[in-house]
C-alpha cells in the first residue's frame, strides 16, 4: 500500500513537469497568437511580399515593377534644369547633347548604336517606363540605380522637353 502511494505523489508531482517539458520544447506545439513567426513573411528563395497598398519606397518615390507609378515631380523651371545638367553629365556622352543618339561613345558602338531619345516610340512611352530604363540600364546602357529617384525623374522630365513634349509655358525655356 505505501509503494501506491509513493508512486501516486511522485506521479503527480513529475506528470506536470514532463507536460510542462513537452511544451517547452515544442514537441506539443500550439500556434499562439503572440509568435513572431505567425504574420506575412517570406522564407530565403522565396517571392518577397506584395507591396502593401499605397506604401512609399525609403528611400522616396519610385518605379515599382506592375505598378503604373505616376511621375511625382512636376516638370517645373527647377526640375528641368537639374535634369538638363544630369542629362549632360550621364546621358549625353551616348545619347547626344540633344537627345539624338549622335553622342560621341557612338562612334564606339557601331553594334548597338545608342536610341534616339527623341525618337516617337520612346516619346510615346511612359514616364514610369522611361524611369525604369534609367534605373534598370539595357543590354548595353549602364544602369543609374545610384541617381536618387527624384533626379532620375528629373531626367525623364528633360528627356520630355528634348521630345517637345512639353508646352513652352510649362518649360520655362
Ligand atoms: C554607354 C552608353 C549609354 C549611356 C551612358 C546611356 N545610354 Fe541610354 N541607351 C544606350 C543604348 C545603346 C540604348 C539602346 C538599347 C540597347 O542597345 O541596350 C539605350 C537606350 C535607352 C533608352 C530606351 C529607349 C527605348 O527604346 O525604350 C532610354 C530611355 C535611354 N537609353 C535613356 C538614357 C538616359 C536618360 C541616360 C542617362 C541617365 C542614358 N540613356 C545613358 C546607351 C547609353
Not at 46 to 72: R, Y
Request: net charge negative.
Amino acid at each position: 500500500m505505501k509503494g501506491l502511494r509513493i508512486l501516486v505523489v511522485v506521479g503527480a508531482l513529475v506528470t506536470p513537469l514532463i507536460v510542462g517539458l513537452l511544451f517547452t520544447y515544442e514537441i506539443i506545439k500550439v500556434d499562439w497568437i503572440s509568435f513572431m513567426e505567425i504574420q506575412p513573411s517570406y522564407r530565403p528563395m522565396e517571392d518577397p511580399l506584395p507591396l502593401p497598398q499605397g506604401s512609399v519606397p525609403v528611400e522616396g518615390p519610385a518605379f515599382v515593377p506592375g505598378v503604373d507609378w505616376p511621375n511625382p515631380v512636376p516638370a517645373d523651371e527647377v526640375s528641368l534644369a537639374r535634369g538638363k545638367q544630369l542629362y549632360q553629365i550621364y546621358c549625353a556622352v551616348c545619347h547626344g547633347p540633344q537627345g539624338k543618339g549622335d553622342g560621341v561613345m557612338r562612334a564606339y558602338m557601331k553594334a548597338s548604336p545608342p536610341k534616339d531619345l527623341t525618337a516617337q516610340d520612346v516619346a510615346d512611352k511612359p514616364d514610369a517606363a522611361l524611369f525604369a530604363t534609367i534605373t534598370n540600364g539595357t543590354a548595353n546602357m549602364p544602369s543609374f540605380r545610384d541617381l536618387t529617384p527624384r533626379e532620375r525623374w528629373d531626367i525623364v522630365n528633360y528627356l520630355r522637353l528634348l521630345q517637345g513634349k512639353l508646352a513652352e509655358s510649362e518649360s520655362g525655356q
